[in-house]
């Protein structure tokens, strides 16, 4: 009936409205992205300070061996060439100096590499690695791979190889040629992540909030003013709706701050995490439908409980699909058509991500895709119509929290 | 053509047996008291005379016509438990709360003005919720139910935790309603309240309806043997055959005779022991009495072990 569409429409927008013309609502939007600003911000200041196998010294009688594990130490890391420092394997002195080194706060030397010859010919030499940090497990890895090359490096001069066809034979070999410009596994693993943190961060701020309200209005006993005129599914509806476009408009104001950012950014960007439009539609439904389910599953939760403590106790339960879906989604994108991504972009609490995932690392076909839309649909459907079964019973039996068996008999109550 | 009228409903939560074979109908015009003790079934039955719940069987009527949703922009409700959005303005909130009762804004708007004119806090009108005293909060609410001009009010306990001014003016305006032609439901357990207002009254004990019918109609079913006197003097007349019990309060006695018959000869006792009478008067008895004599008469009193938690 419109009377319906009416009543879920004004307990939308009194949720709405309250809501965005709250002081909070403009901190938020303002304080998170300047957070989140702040802390990539910090993340790279941090690792651009972390320095691995910057200093390093060889002890090698070998001065050649000791120069190819020079240039394979540079060629891990051509941003920051390292110092090498090569001394010969007998000079004790050097060796002492070097351990004084790496006990003085002075120097900046990571470690030593003592390269003893076999004594038997044709073995490998023995390699000893003395760290200023024995967990600095960086530093340690690149110069065992280094290491290893030079050793390589050594039996191919041996045989005869000349140092450019050597290094032809050890370049990294590059996957992408001919497939032109678009990545199209790295686009995809972006969106679908961009899609797990866009959800996670909305379910957990606004789904939450729709149970919070849900509360507040159980405890300040409003609700039995509304339920005078209103059902409670079209007061429960109107909440989700509200809410979830409270924090919609959220979402979208740093949209287009960042696309915003983006175009006029002179550092040039380069966002391609969206294929294509059709895909970019299909983000947004699925996004919406998904968020939708979840706020519903909250409104139960709101329903279920009465109070903020009892809730935050089963908070969890929302955030667990969540959880799972980001888990089994390398696997997806690995095997698309496989039966966990099969399996799980039909299940409703996982469809959203692990669908759209297919979507654009697979094939799963219209009917799939549109099979999937409807589950979810339907579920956020029967998902809202039990919360307004659990909350109708629920407020008429206040003052108990409810068991699992009571809520299973509520059920069945009119 | 009554506005309610319940036939026969019964509602049982779980194992608890809420409301029993309630029937009752209230009349355009009137002021009813459904009256009983906490936990009687007052709020379950007006929640299933307004749809929040079904009852398991019997039939609720509203207007005439079988209960359907859209008969409920007719009727206000000002519930036992209620409660306002904190941190909404009160015009804002009345506004909403007039739209959910099928009002346009603009309607909406000019009524809550009115109104809150009216029920003297037109101050509060642009202030937030939680600003205000809990006596305004009150007001709120009572206005809140009357916003959409509803034929049918239905107040649950309306006035605990009011003052007296703001009671009186609450009364006040329910009278002008009713004379207005508005039928006017009130569920209370405090029984002096509603004496002078209601026309009749259903009361209701343990989900079972004990008693019902016109006020005028129950009292008179009820002997006038009660006597309130204030004296100062010997007190020895007390002790008259014609007195079947009393209570004296240092100087004002309520008395219950044996007979309606006997109040003048308890006077001449009174004067002639030298008793100075500065007030004497023949009473009907209050409702509270009314109720409390009438449900020991029920087996339900007998299972309950004899308490009423009045």
Redesign the interface.
Known sequence: MS?AIT?TF?IAR?EYL?RVR?KSFLVMTVLIPALMGAAIFGIALVNRNQKSAQHVAVLSDDPAFAANIQAELAAADTANKPVVDIYPLHDASARANLDTQLKSKGSDLDGYLVVTPSSTSGQRPIFQWVPRVTSDVITRGRVADASRGALIRQKLAASGMSAPQIDDLLASVDLSAGNGKSDHAGAAVASAWAMYFLMYFIILFYGMNVARSIIE?K????F????????PEEMLAGKVIGVGSVGLTQVGIWLALAVGYAKFSTAGLDIHMLPSAGQCGLFALFFLLGFLLYASLAAALGAMNNSEQELQQMQIFLMLPLIFSSMIIFNVITSPDGVVAKAASFFPFTAPLIMYTRVIVGKPGAAAVAGSLAILVATIAIVLWLASRIY?VGI??YGKKPNLPEIL?WLKY? | MPIVELQNIRKV??TKVAVEGLTLAIEPGTMFGLLGPNGSGKTSSI?MM?G???PDSGTVQLFGKPFA??S??K?G?L??????????KVLDQLI??G????LDESTARKRSLAWCERMEIAEAIEKKTEELSKGMQQKI?FI??LLHEPDLIIMDEPFSGLDPVNAELLMKTLIELRAAGKAILFSTHRMDQVEKLCDSIAIIFKGKLVLSGGMREIKNRYPRNRVQMTFTGPDSFLKNPAVASFENYTGIAEIKLTSPDAAQSLLHAAVAAGAHVNRFEVMEPTLEEIFIETVKGTPEYAEAGGRIDV
Do not use: C
């Open positions: 009377s009543n004004l009194r309250e709250a209005e405890t300040s006993r409003i039995e003013v509304l339920l005078a005129t209103i059902k109708r008429l039996m008999r009119s | 939560y779980d929640r307004i929040m719940t079904v949703r859209t409920l922009h009727v409700y519930p036992e438990e209620r409660g306002l959005y904190k941190k909404m909403f709360l739209q959910l009762h099928g609410q809140a139910a």
